[in-house]
């Protein structure tokens, strides 16, 4: 499942699916859907393929609703509905840029870069994205976040704070991580890309260790239920 959104930048990949049946793809009939919620799912679905996803008003609900819980979560809220779409502020878009379109089986990611203002919030510069589950060909789930330069600023100091006070590049399982990940190359000169495709980079890498850690309880684990 897409993860939350407390993990690394705009282009990152999540392992939880927000509790809202407007997010899931799995089955429409899995879950009663309003008018509203149909309506999401439907630019969700259209945002996988469509070449307008960084354009269309369409996707304004979605982008309030993603700032919306950003904003939550940085005041320290748990988010966990949708706000209906009628007591969303409006949204005005500018400056929308497209960015590469990101790959990681199964899952997948595309992202806009834009500047928004929200009702009478100040303007914010940032990341729209839209990321899938993807198995066997059939689209399982699916998420659209918001992402600041802020934050996404704050997630590369703290990633690089962490390489400075020591951290052993050379130690086995996450040089074996970093091999897995390679350096995400961006043609895009903006620091604050780069900056992403880094942190994108190192949400991954965090992600394989914790996999590995995981797998490694599990093997000690069916070790004594064996015994």
Same mark, same amino acid.
């Given at each position: 499942?897409?993860?939350?959104?407390?993990?690394?930048?705009?282009?990152?990949?999540?392992?939880?699916?927000?509790?809202?049946?407007?997010?899931?793809?799995?089955?429409?009939?899995?879950?009663?859907?309003? /008018?509203? =919620?149909? @309506?999401?799912?439907?630019?969700?679905? !259209?945002?996988?393929?469509?070449?307008?996803?960084?354009?269309?008003? *369409?996707?304004?609900?979605?982008?309030?609703?993603?700032?919306?819980? $950003?904003r939550d979560e940085d005041n320290g809220q748990k988010s966990v509905t949708n706000t /209906? @779409?009628?007591?969303? /502020?409006?949204?005005?878009?500018?400056?929308?840029?497209?960015?590469?379109?990101?790959?990681?089986?199964?899952?997948?990611? *595309? !992202?806009?870069?834009?500047?928004?203002?929200?009702?009478?919030?100040?303007?914010?510069?940032?990341?729209?994205?839209?990321?899938?589950?993807?198995?066997?060909?059939?689209?399982?789930?699916?998420?659209?976040?918001?992402?600041?330069? $802020?934050?996404?600023?704050?997630?590369?100091?703290?990633?690089?704070? =962490?390489?400075?006070?020591?951290?052993?590049?050379? =130690?086995?399982?996450? #040089?074996?991580?970093?091999?897995?990940?390679? =350096?995400?190359?961006?043609?895009?000169?903006?620091?604050?890309?780069?900056?992403?495709?880094?942190? &994108?980079?190192?949400?991954?890498?965090?992600?394989?260790?914790?996999? #590995? $850690? $995981? &797998?490694?309880?599990?093997?000690?684990?069916?070790?004594?239920?064996r015994g």
């Amino acid at each position: 499942m897409p993860e939350p959104r407390r993990s690394s930048l705009p282009l990152r990949f999540r392992t939880a699916l927000h509790a809202g049946c407007v997010l899931t793809l799995l089955s429409v009939t899995a879950c009663a859907l309003s /008018p509203q =919620e149909k @309506a999401e799912q439907d630019a969700l679905k !259209s945002a996988q393929t469509g070449s307008d996803y960084c354009y269309s008003p *369409r996707y304004n609900g979605l982008l309030a609703e993603a700032w919306q819980r $950003a904003r939550d979560e940085d005041n320290g809220q748990k988010s966990v509905t949708n706000t /209906p @779409a009628a007591a969303l /502020p409006p949204v005005q878009v500018t400056a929308a840029t497209a960015m590469p379109d990101i790959n990681v089986p199964p899952y997948s990611r *595309r !992202s806009c870069r834009m500047t928004i203002k929200v009702g009478n919030a100040a303007p914010e510069t940032g990341f729209l994205t839209f990321t899938y589950l993807v198995k066997q060909g059939k689209t399982q789930s699916a998420l659209a976040e918001w992402y600041s330069d $802020a934050f996404v600023e704050k997630d590369y100091n703290d990633t690089m704070k =962490e390489i400075n006070s020591g951290l052993n590049l050379n =130690e086995p399982e996450l #040089k074996a991580c970093i091999a897995r990940h390679p =350096e995400i190359s961006s043609t895009i000169k903006d620091p604050m890309v780069q900056k992403a495709a880094f942190d &994108l980079r190192a949400h991954l890498v965090r992600r394989c260790m914790a996999t #590995k $850690a $995981a &797998l490694k309880n599990l093997y000690s684990d069916l070790y004594f239920i064996r015994g």
